[in-house]
């Protein structure tokens, strides 16, 4: 028995769900067999390093130098959006909540996270914290060490945080 060669054409075939009578060769082009119903695919999109511009962080929202680079948004179907945040020694967001919840991931220095209501807990690199949905928490850096972290939350009907007003410096 002779071995086949199945192209990329037969594969994308099997993946479809179709299956040819004979394997495609490979010298075959995929848009001449790809059937006329095949669903088109999004395609992989790639934000370069430097093509979104950091941003300061407003007092709106945080107390103290906080730097807010955006790592990814929500596209499509997805809800999910990320950015890096470093926070200055002693900086840190102004209360608040998401109404799907937030993951915090260190990534350098040391820091504090609160929970309304509970004990400040202090994160280092490495540690990863999970917020609950609509939990009224703060987090920042240590009086005297700097702190980063990747942020990332989802969207519920467009809106991704609630801010609040400021936490005290005690």
Same mark, same amino acid.
Request: charged letters at 15%; proline letters at 8%.
């Given at each position: 028995? &002779? ?8 594969? !994308? ?6 299956? #040819?009578?004979? /394997?495609? /060769? +490979?010298?075959? $082009? ?9 669903? #088109?695919?999004? =395609? ?9 511009? /950091? ?15 955006? !790592? ?5 179907? @997805? ?10 020694? @002693? ?23 609160? =929970?309304?209501? =509970?004990?400040? !807990?202090?994160?280092? $690199? ?9 939990? &009224?928490?703060?987090? @920042? ?13 989802? #969207?519920? +009907? ?5 801010? !609040? ?6």
């Amino acid at each position: 028995m &002779k071995p086949m060669h199945f192209g990329l054409g037969s594969l !994308l075939l099997l993946t479809l769900g179709v299956q #040819a009578t004979e /394997p495609v /060769p +490979a010298s075959v $082009p995929v848009s001449e067999i790809m059937p006329k119903t095949a669903i #088109a695919f999004e =395609q992989i999109s790639i934000a370069r390093n430097g093509t979104q511009l /950091p941003a300061t962080g407003l007092e709106d929202y945080f107390t103290g130098r906080v730097r807010v680079e955006p !790592l990814f948004q929500a596209k499509g179907e @997805g809800r999910a959006s990320g950015a890096l945040v470093t926070f200055e020694p @002693g900086s840190r967001t102004h209360w608040h909540t998401h109404p799907v919840g937030q993951t915090l991931i260190v990534t350098s220095g040391m820091g504090w996270v609160q =929970q309304e209501g =509970q004990t400040r !807990l202090e994160i280092q $690199p490495g540690d990863v914290v999970q917020i609950p949905a609509n939990v &009224k928490h703060w987090h @920042g850096a240590t009086g005297s060490t700097p702190m980063t972290h990747i942020a990332i939350q989802e #969207a519920n +009907a467009g809106k991704v945080v609630t801010w !609040l007003e400021s936490v005290s410096p005690a």
